[in-house]
Nanobody
Framework: QVQLVESGGGLVQAGGSLRLSCATS????????MGWYRQAPGKQRELVAD???????NYAESVKGRFAISRDSTKNALYLQMNSLKPEDTAVYYC???????????????WGQGTQVTVSS
C-alpha cells in the first residue's frame, strides 16, 4: 500500500522560503513521476511542479525561477524548495505520485494529506 506524507508547511512572510518534504512508504520503488499540487480557497487544485524518474522537471509558469522540485531516489522522497514566496502562493500543498500499473495499463495516482502554506504580506 502506497502512502505519502507531506511536511514543512507553515506561515512565512512574503519573500521568505519554505521547504516541503514528502515521505513515501509502501511498494513505491519505480514511480513514473512525482509532483506537487496546490489548492487555494475557492480555486481548483493545480499542478505546481513535477519530476520524472529520469529527473525531467516541469513547473507552473507562476513558480518558475522561484520553486525547485527534487527527489531522493534512494528514499523515494520528494521535496519542494520554495523561495521568494508571494501571498498568492498561499494554499494547501499536496504530494502526488503517478505510478504505472502494468496490469491495468493505467497510471495510478496517490495523494498525501496536504500541508498548509500561508504567505503573509
Amino acid at each position: 500500500q502506497v502512502q505519502l506524507v507531506e511536511s514543512g508547511g507553515g506561515l512565512v512572510q512574503a519573500g521568505g522560503s519554505l521547504r516541503l518534504s514528502c515521505a513515501t512508504s509502501g511498494s513505491v520503488y519505480r514511480f513514473n513521476a512525482m509532483g506537487w499540487y496546490r489548492q487555494a480557497p475557492g480555486k481548483q487544485r493545480e499542478l505546481v511542479a513535477d519530476i520524472t524518474s529520469a529527473g525531467s522537471t516541469n513547473y507552473a509558469e507562476s513558480v518558475k525561477g522561484r520553486f525547485a522540485i527534487s527527489r531522493d531516489s534512494t528514499k523515494n522522497a520528494l521535496y519542494l524548495q520554495m523561495n521568494s514566496l508571494k501571498p498568492e502562493d498561499t494554499a494547501v500543498y499536496y504530494c502526488n505520485a503517478k505510478i504505472w500499473n502494468n496490469t491495468s495499463y493505467t497510471y495510478l495516482n496517490y495523494w498525501g494529506q496536504g500541508t498548509q502554506v500561508t504567505v503573509s504580506s
